[in-house]
Every structure is written in C-alpha cells, then in structure tokens.
C-alpha cells in the first residue's frame, strides 16, 4: 500500500501561480505512474498531468503550456507548478501513483486525500 500527503492548495486570483507537492510512503518500488487529477462538484475526476518512470508526460489540453509537472525519485515526490491560473482551475486536487501505465488509473492506484485550489476571477 502507497501513502500520499498532499499539499501546496490555497486560494490565488487569476493569472497567479501554486505549485503542488505529493510525497509517497510505503511501498513505493512498484510506481511507474505519478499524476494529478481534479475534481469539481457533480463532475468526474480528470487527469491533469503525469509523468511516468520511463520519462513520458502527458498533459490535459486544458493545462499544456501552462502546468508543469515534474518528479524526483530520491524524494518519492511529485509536484505540479501551475502557472497562470484561470478560475475554470478551481478544483480538488488528487494526487495519484500507480504501479501501471495505462488509460486510465488501475485497481492497484493509490490517491492522496486531496488539496483544494481556488482560483478568483
């Protein structure tokens, strides 16, 4: 079982910027994939980001070429450093790792308990 503490969430007007942390604890030698998701209220949980240990990203369209996620090994940490916010970024945000590298998070995914970011108008 993986544990993940997230944090780095707040409130920020339009145009700011917040990065994010996750850091991983137990068993972690079997993640290939660390990500972020976001959820809103009556909507499913989308993949913002990941990045896997073969060095492949993928962004959501919404966030590429503003967001950057990035990863380090040593400290079983990801972080997304989220840059000119839009108030449509307003969401839950979920950490994920996953010991596969598929479609869409497997059965054996662990999420963090989520951190809220707020962007005002």
């Known amino acids: 079982q993986v544990q993940l503490v997230e944090s780095g969430g707040g409130l920020v007007q339009a145009g700011g910027s917040l990065k994010l942390s996750c850091v991983a604890s137990?068993?972690?030698?079997?993640?290939?994939?660390m990500a972020w998701f976001r959820q809103t209220p009556g909507k499913e949980r989308e993949l913002v980001a990941r990045?896997?240990?073969?060095?492949?990203?993928n962004y959501a369209d919404s966030v590429s070429g503003r967001f950057v996620i990035s990863r380090d090994n040593v400290k079983n940490a990801v972080y997304l450093q989220m840059n000119n916010l839009k108030p449509e970024d307003t969401a839950v945000y979920y950490c994920?790792?996953?010991?596969?590298?598929?479609?869409?998070?497997?059965?054996?995914?662990?999420w963090g308990q989520g951190t809220q970011v707020t962007v005002s108008s």
């Open positions: 990045i896997g240990t073969h060095g492949v990203i």
């Open positions: 994920n790792a996953d010991p596969w590298w598929g479609p869409s998070p497997s059965n054996e995914a662990s």
């Open positions: 137990g068993s972690i030698s079997n993640i290939i994939n």
